[in-house]
C-alpha cells in the first residue's frame, strides 16, 4: 500500500479564499506530481518537482503555485480561489529510477469552489 | 496538439473479444512507456511497462514503436473485470510523467 496521503480529502470554499491542498510521502521518493482530474476526463499534469527545491510547470496552465522543501512534502496553493478551480487535485510520487514508471497515487483533493 | 493523444472511445467488446488499444506521442525524446488503468473515480494504477522487443503479461501485450512514436495495448479473451479506462502514459525530460486522453472500455456480457 502506498504511504503517500493528501488533505483535506474534501473541501467546499468560497471564491476569494486562499487555499493549500497537502500531499506527504513517506516513502523517500525524488519526484512529485499534481494533476488536476474533472470527472471522467483526462488527468492534466499542472505541477512536478524532481527533488527539493525543484519545481516546474506542467502542462496545463494554472494559477496555483507549488513548493519542494522538503523530500516528502508537496503543498499546492491557490492564492485567490474561483468557481473554474473546482475540481480533483491528484498527488503522486514516484522513486528516482529512470525506468521505473509506477507512481503512487495519494486518494486525491477534491475542491469545490462556490 | 496534446503530447499524449488515445482514441477516447468508447469500444464496447463482447466478452472473451481481443481488443486492441494505440497511443501516440509527440516528443521523440521521450524516454519511458507505460500503460495504466483507471477505474471510476479511483486513482490510475500501473497496469505494464512497454518495451520496443514487446511486454507480455497474461492477457495483456503491450509495444513501443520508437520510430512512429507509437505505442499499442493489447487485450485477449477480455473479461468484464477489464472494464475500465486505460492511460498510455510517456516519461520525459525531467522527469515528467504525462498521461494520455485515456480510452474507455466497456466489456459486455
Known amino acids: 500500500e502506498a504511504d503517500i496521503y493528501q488533505t483535506p480529502r474534501y473541501l467546499v470554499i468560497g471564491t476569494g479564499k486562499k487555499i493549500t491542498l497537502e500531499c506527504s510521502q513517506t516513502?523517500?521518493?525524488?519526484?512529485m506530481y499534481w494533476y488536476q482530474q474533472d470527472p471522467g476526463m483526462e488527468l492534466h499534469l499542472i505541477h512536478y518537482?524532481?527533488?527539493?527545491?525543484?519545481?516546474e510547470k506542467g502542462d496545463l496552465s494554472s494559477e496555483s503555485t507549488v513548493s519542494r522543501i522538503r523530500t516528502e512534502h508537496f503543498p499546492l496553493t491557490l492564492e485567490s480561489a474561483r468557481p473554474s478551480h473546482t475540481s480533483q487535485y491528484l498527488c503522486?510520487?514516484?522513486?528516482?529510477?529512470?525506468?521505473?514508471?509506477?507512481?503512487?497515487f495519494g486518494e486525491g483533493s477534491r475542491l469545490t469552489v462556490l | 496538439r496534446k503530447e499524449v493523444e488515445q482514441d477516447p472511445g468508447p469500444f464496447n467488446v463482447p466478452e472473451g473479444a481481443t481488443v486492441a488499444f494505440n497511443c501516440t506521442y509527440s516528443?521523440?525524446?521521450?524516454?519511458?512507456f507505460f500503460w495504466y488503468r483507471q477505474d471510476c473515480r479511483k486513482e490510475p494504477k500501473l497496469l505494464m511497462s512497454v518495451y520496443s522487443s514487446g511486454n507480455e503479461d497474461g492477457r495483456f501485450t503491450a509495444q513501443l514503436n520508437r520510430a512512429s512514436q507509437y505505442i499499442s495495448l493489447l487485450i485477449r479473451d477480455s473479461k468484464l473485470s477489464d472494464s475500465a479506462t486505460y492511460l498510455c502514459v510517456v516519461i520525459g525530460g525531467y522527469q515528467k510523467v504525462t498521461f494520455g486522453t485515456g480510452t474507455k472500455l466497456q466489456v459486455i456480457p
Open positions: 518537482s524532481y527533488g527539493v527545491n525543484s519545481t
Open positions: 503522486a510520487s514516484r522513486p528516482g529510477h529512470l525506468n521505473t514508471g509506477e507512481l503512487f
Open positions: 516513502m523517500g521518493h525524488d519526484k
Open positions: 516528443n521523440s525524446a521521450s524516454q519511458s
